[in-house]
Nanobody, 121 residues
Framework: QVQFVESGGGLVQPGGSLRLSCAAS????????MGWYRQTPGNQRDLVAL???????NYADSVKGRFTISRDNFKNTVYLQMDSLKPEDTAVYYC???????????????WGQGTQVTVSS
C-alpha cells in the first residue's frame, strides 16, 4: 500500500488562499503521476490538477489561473496552491498517485484519505 500524509485543508474566506500538501511513500513502488481530485456530497470525484512525472501539468477548467500544482520528485510530495478561492471550491480534496509496482510492473492508482476545504464567509 501507498502511505499518504496530507495537510493544509481548512476554512477560508472567499478570495483567500490555501496550500495543500501530500507526501506519498511506499518502497514497493515507482511513482508516476501525482495530483489532486475533489468531491462534494452526492457527486463523483473530479480531477482538479495533475502533475505528470514528465510533461505539462493539467488543470480542470474551473481552477485554471487560480490553482497551481507542483511536486518534489525526490520527496514524492505534491502541492496545490489555491488562490482566489470561491465557495464552489468547497469539497474534500484527495491526493492522487499513479504508481508502478517494482516487482510486477503493474500500474495502480491510489488516493489519500482526503482533506476538507471550506470556502465561506
Amino acid at each position: 500500500q501507498v502511505q499518504f500524509v496530507e495537510s493544509g485543508g481548512g476554512l477560508v474566506q472567499p478570495g483567500g488562499s490555501l496550500r495543500l500538501s501530500c507526501a506519498a511513500s511506499g518502497s514497493a513502488f515507482y511513482f508516476y503521476d501525482m495530483g489532486w481530485y475533489r468531491q462534494t456530497p452526492g457527486n463523483q470525484r473530479d480531477l482538479v490538477a495533475l502533475a505528470p512525472n514528465a510533461g505539462n501539468s493539467n488543470y480542470a477548467d474551473s481552477v485554471k489561473g487560480r490553482f497551481t500544482i507542483s511536486r518534489d520528485n525526490f520527496k514524492n510530495t505534491v502541492y496545490l496552491q489555491m488562490d482566489s478561492l470561491k465557495p464552489e471550491d468547497t469539497a474534500v480534496y484527495y491526493c492522487y498517485v499513479k504508481v508502478r509496482r517494482r516487482a510486477s510492473g503493474i500500474f495502480q492508482d491510489y488516493w489519500g484519505q482526503g482533506t476538507q476545504v471550506t470556502v465561506s464567509s
